[in-house]
């Protein structure tokens, strides 16, 4: 059974920083490229970034681009999101995905798996 599940979320003011942890059990993790998606209040979930299975390639939604760094360690079957220079539009609710496909996958239908989510607030 596919598990993926998020953790380090929470309430933080603008400009701090925090770093999502997404923990993958029951799949070789390094056979899938993997991302994090967010959903705000009232909005459908929206790509934020993506890593290549062997940790070579990221890309990163622009709304993110330059705050935010994904990395993985396959060793640990983890993914990361350090999330710098916090804005309140960053609020919402974190997911990681995984997906058997290759390439910078944005789009949710790529992703075969989910995880159930961490809340991310971030108060001006």
């Known amino acids: 059974q596919v598990q993926l599940v998020e953790s380090g979320g929470g309430l933080v003011q603008a400009g701090a920083s925090l770093r999502l942890s997404c923990a993958a059990s029951g799949l070789t993790f390094s056979n899938y490229q993997v991302g994090w998606f967010r959903q705000a209040p009232g909005k459908e979930r929206a790509f934020a970034a993506t890593?290549?299975?062997?940790?070579?390639?990221?890309y990163y939604a622009d709304s993110v681009k330059g705050r935010f760094t994904i990395s993985r360690d396959n060793a640990k079957n983890t993914v990361y999101l350090q999330m710098n220079s916090l804005k309140p539009e960053d609020t919402a609710v974190y997911y990681c995905a995984a997906s058997t496909f290759g390439g910078m996958l944005v789009r949710r239908t790529s992703y075969n798996y989910w995880g159930q989510g961490t809340q991310v607030t971030v108060s001006s």
């Open positions: 890593i290549s299975r062997n940790e070579g390639t990221t």
